[in-house]
């Protein structure tokens, strides 16, 4: 978990670390990241880096999980019968726009390498469609992230299969 050191950073300061640390994450998997490049791009102590992180892992998290945060602020928060359209272009938004919010480089890594490295754990079905939304929604995401060329296939069958659920 990052520490309340990183947080009471400077903004710049702030910046310049996850900077540092999209730069190895989105370059190398997580098995042969370095902190040492991470320190000299950032240009911090490594015993600084200990001070923000627990370990590369914990880094690592940190940025996946703000990627995250960042990515899904586009996102309809549940895909219904009235905003399938919508949803489905917020999709293709983020698969042709990733480049622009600077972590798609990041989130094919994540899933190419490092998912498993981290234990991927399965989701929790629920008894309502929210769970076969999530499902179907993560993995075109991860299947246009891993081959952009089927973008225009994996979004019409998603639109298909999202319009026989919310009726």
Request: hydrophobic share 40%; proline share 4%; glycine share 2%.
């Amino acid at each position: 978990m990052v520490s309340t050191t990183f947080l009471n950073l400077s903004p710049e300061k702030q910046a310049r670390v996850k900077q540092a640390l999209l730069h190895e994450f989105e370059t190398y998997p997580l098995a042969q990241a370095q902190v040492a490049r991470i320190v000299k791009e950032a240009d911090i102590a490594r015993g600084a880096f200990y001070k923000y992180f627990t370990d590369l892992n914990d880094a690592y998290q940190y940025l996946f999980k703000s990627a995250l945060q960042t990515i899904h602020q586009t996102m309809p928060a549940q895909p219904t019968a009235l905003n399938v359209d919508e949803y489905v272009s917020a999709i293709r938004h983020f698969a042709c726009g990733a480049e622009l919010s600077g972590y798609r480089k990041l989130v094919e890594m994540h899933y190419r390498y490092n998912e498993n490295l981290l234990g991927a754990q399965p989701t929790t079905p629920t008894a309502d469609k929210k769970w076969a939304f999530k499902v179907l929604y993560h993995q075109t995401v991860r299947d246009v992230i891993l081959d952009p060329a089927s973008l225009e296939q994996r979004l019409s069958q998603l639109k298909v299969i999202l319009q026989s659920l919310a009726d």
